[in-house]
């Protein structure tokens, strides 16, 4: 089970480098817009802004990989860690609303399983 998790946050990792590509005008994808603004745009933090918050998302890119390996190396740390990363994760999808939804919704899935893990004895 841990593994499955690890595969799930890995790929929920690599998800957000799109908040990045977005933010930083990497992608011509239609679906993957460059705007300056932020929850629903009532927020327009202009283009230095949104380039900080594209940083975010690159970041948690890499924490979600990082602590990927670390559930797979069952390491003392990746647990508390992944919980951590979960919860900044939703906070960056909800500043995305609507366009983060999956991921809002990924990182509540996520968060749901880190809390029964202790019960099924996974973590």
């Known amino acids: 089970m841990r593994i499955a998790l ?5 790929l929920h990792g690599i998800a957000h480098l799109v908040g990045f590509a977005g933010a930083w005008q990497l992608s011509a994808a239609a679906n993957v817009p460059y705007k300056t603004t932020v929850l629903g745009g009532h927020v327009d933090l202009g283009g230095a802004g949104i380039r900080a ?4 998302w690159v970041a948690a890119a890499v924490a979600f990989v990082a602590v990927s390996a ?3 190396m069952h390491t003392d740390w990746w647990f508390r860690t992944a919980v951590l990363v979960a919860l900044a994760s939703l906070a960056l999808t909800i500043l995305e609303l609507p366009e983060a939804r999956i991921g809002a919704a990924v990182n509540v899935l996520l968060l749901a399983i880190l809390l029964v893990a202790p019960v099924l004895r996974f973590a």
């Open 70 to 72: 670390g559930a797979v």
């Open 6 to 10: 690890a595969v799930l946050m890995t």
């Open 53 to 56: 918050v594209g940083i975010l």
